[in-house]
């Protein structure tokens, strides 16, 4: 292993050590209970080094979930290049959400969903993961940086992910959360192409 992968493996550790730490505290104290010094010193780490990593502490309880677009990533790689887009893309979003969640996640969601300074953040880190989305599509369907098409998707793939959720949350949550996330996924595509 090369010292920069070795580095980069260690930062993405403190990243995670201390968004972690940020989304235990704020399930058990609230938001408005949780200060940046409590996050550093859960995770084990100095005020500076959390200064270098998050902006605040609610951008540290949102990258909490961060690791789905790395997963989403992995999981496109890995599907045959032949495969049509939108089955390619399910697929890998799928593979980012626990079929079944735990309390635990659902306690993570509705703390997000439902707290203000938490809303905005989650909006960022949404614009990051269409971005991100975006350039996969581009690179998966050959398309050119200026055509809006990638960024369309993205967006409309976040958006209906994050409504399947709600859906399935506000339903009870009977069922599988890969079937909702399917299900709505499969609607899109009718739509496109109806």
Known sequence: MTNDSLRERKKQQTRTALSEAAMSLALQHGVAGVRTEDIAALANVSMRTFNNYFASKEAAIVASVDHRLDTIRV??????S??????SFRQA??????????????????????H????????????????????MIEDRANREKTDIFPVLLASILVTAVRVAIEHWIETGGGG???????????????AATS
């Open 176 to 190: 599988s959360l890969h079937d909702a996330i399917s299900d709505a996924l499969a609607r899109i595509t009718v």
């Open 75 to 80: 999981a496109l790689s890995k599907r045959p």
């Open 93 to 114: 979003i799928l593979s980012a959400f626990p079929e079944r969640p735990d309390r635990h996640w659902l306690a993570q969601i509705i703390l997000m969903r439902d």
């Open 116 to 135: 203000p300074s938490l809303i905005q953040e989650q909006h960022r880190s949404d614009l990051k993961v269409i971005r991100e989305l975006a350039g």
């Open 82 to 87: 032949t495969e049509p887009l939108d089955v």
